[in-house]
């Protein structure tokens, strides 16, 4: 189905929802007022305006419209899911933002993301009330959505929150049993980390995709339902730093090749203690590299 005629289905659905609780005879708000409801032009109304007339639920002449009966669930169009729509949201929505598009402290109109993103308001409202729980979003007082932003603050209270949980995941990895597909995975970016070091004088602007592969193998092991949503936020953040200040940035990623292949060394011999130490220095200089990109942007 085309993403236009979903937008219409959700746009139609909206519209009866919204006019449910209306009493009989109740005046419709203009088209523009219902664009902005739904979130849609007001070309996508005059089509949901049209059915609603068809339909006998409402009386249409020039800019009058009324209710003339309560909408009912069979009055509804269904609408298929589109998870390629949903999936891909946080890492759209991440991705505006840490590109540092948008400052700090910018009201955000549902309407307006609807549109940029290409998804139902319904869907962007319950995306942010999730994503307000890592504190890059808040509700406003009086309504609405406020980006808090990408700051100095932030990036030390999830660096500190990153090390707690990958350093729990390295112990998981250290006792993971030999059948284990860690094992298979750790070997492979083994080669992987070994190959791009060869060839670190040319293609060092590939290990950003190379560290969120690592990480996400360490932490693939350790499962836990709370600990999973915060992953895809941390590796997105962790991964973006390596596109904000490239002054050096051959010279760091050949120093983190080295201390992902220490981690791999220590693991493999399962020595707990020493992948723990090892991984440490890692999410220090982390930390540090996390730390001076905001700086490069004046953010830190």
Same mark, same amino acid.
């Given at each position: 189905?085309?993403? %236009?005629?979903?937008?219409? !289905?959700?746009?139609?659905?909206? $519209?009866?929802?919204?006019?449910? =609780?209306? =009493? ?19 070309? &996508? $109304? ?8 068809? *339909? ?23 609408? /298929?899911?589109?998870?390629? +729509? ?20 910018? /009201?955000? %109109?549902?309407?307006?993301? @609807?549109?940029?993103?290409?998804? /139902?308001?319904? +869907? ?7 994503? @307000?729980?890592?504190?890059? &979003? ?14 100095? #603050?932030?990036?030390?209270? *999830?660096?500190?929150? !990153? %090390?707690?949980?990958? *350093? ?6 250290? #006792?993971? =049993? ?10 492979? *970016?083994?080669?992987?980390?070994? %190959?791009?070091?060869?060839?670190? #004088? ?34 997105? $953040? ?25 981690? $791999? +060394?220590?693991?493999?011999?399962? +020595? ?14 982390? !930390?540090?590299?996390?730390?001076? @990109? ?7």
């Amino acid at each position: 189905m085309a993403r %236009s005629d979903t937008r219409y !289905r959700e746009a139609y659905n909206q $519209i009866l929802a919204f006019c449910e =609780p209306l =009493p009989a005879a109740a005046p419709i708000p203009s088209e523009t007022r219902l664009a902005e409801i739904a979130g849609v032009s007001r070309t &996508v $109304i005059r089509r949901c305006l049209a059915r609603m007339e068809e *339909l006998g639920l409402i009386s249409w002449q020039g800019r009058d419209k009324r209710l003339l009966r309560t909408p009912q669930a069979e009055d509804r169009i269904a609408v /298929p899911d589109s998870p390629s +729509d949903r999936s891909d949201l946080e890492q759209r929505f991440l991705d505006w933002v840490l590109r540092f598009d948008v400052p700090a402290n910018t /009201p955000l %109109s549902v309407a307006e993301l @609807s549109r940029t993103f290409d998804v /139902p308001q319904h +869907d962007l409202k319950e995306f942010l009330a999730g994503l @307000s729980r890592f504190g890059l &979003v808040s509700r406003r007082p009086q309504g609405g959505w406020m980006l808090l932003g990408f700051t100095k #603050d932030f990036a030390i209270e *999830l660096s500190d929150f !990153r %090390s707690v949980l990958e *350093l729990n995941a390295v112990t998981h990895v250290a #006792d993971a =049993p030999v059948d284990h597909p860690v094992w298979a995975a750790l070997a492979q *970016l083994r080669r992987d980390h070994l %190959s791009l070091k060869d060839a670190i #004088d040319t293609d060092f602007h590939e290990f950003s995709k190379l560290d969120e592969r690592f990480h996400l193998a360490i932490n693939s092991v350790v499962k836990n339902r709370f600990i999973a949503e915060f992953q895809k936020v941390i590796s997105l $953040i962790f991964h973006y730093h390596y596109m904000w200040d490239k002054t050096e940035e051959k010279v760091r990623n050949a120093a983190a090749i080295d201390e992902h292949i220490a981690i $791999i +060394d220590a693991l493999e011999a399962r +020595d707990a203690e020493a992948a723990q130490a090892a991984a440490l220095r890692h999410l220090r200089t982390s !930390r540090t590299t996390l730390l001076s @990109s905001l700086r490069h942007h004046h953010l830190g």
